[in-house]
């Protein structure tokens, strides 16, 4: 990830507006390895957030369950990926989680993540799509890291 991206990456005005008119565009599309999976999902609220460029870098790099884990592996994985912009988050636990974070949570070999929208998070699925949980049942999953730009 370049430089540029992570020293720009903090909460610009109207960053709630982006985030959520942004969610809106992609609930309720297929779930596509690589294009529309949790992790390219998570890297482009940062981008509506901070207005970076970071989901550009991962998206289209893998096509399939076994190449995205070979991917992330490489990578190191989604917290690795979001961490490694710089250091644009503070690596913690909050109390609670706050629209815009950034959940993430070991699952089936992978990293999974999650987009706190309020009440409710965005996610995808295999099979399922973009779709919407409780931010609550994400924020409890074991091993969960939330994620907050400054």
């Not at 540029?4 to 008119?21: C, N, S």
């Not at 969610?23 to 390219?40: H, K, N, Q, S, Y």
């Amino acid at each position: 990830m370049g430089r540029g991206d992570a020293d720009e990456a903090v909460k610009t005005i109207g960053w709630e507006a982006r985030l959520m008119r942004w969610a809106a565009t992609r609930l309720r599309m297929p779930f596509r390895w690589g294009e529309t999976d949790c992790c390219i999902l998570c890297l482009e609220a940062v981008d509506a957030i901070a207005g970076s460029s970071l989901a550009a870098e991962h998206r289209g790099r893998y096509a399939s369950a076994a190449e995205a884990l070979r991917y992330q592996r490489r990578r190191t994985n989604l917290l690795r990926a979001l961490a490694d912009a710089g250091g644009i988050f503070p690596l913690r636990r909050f109390e609670t989680p706050a629209r815009g974070d950034i959940l993430v949570a070991p699952g089936g070999g992978f990293f999974c993540g999650h987009v706190c929208l309020g009440e409710h998070a965005l996610s995808a699925w295999p099979g399922q799509g973009v779709g919407l949980g409780l931010t609550a049942a994400a924020a409890a999953l074991p091993g969960v890291i939330l994620l907050r730009i400054p």
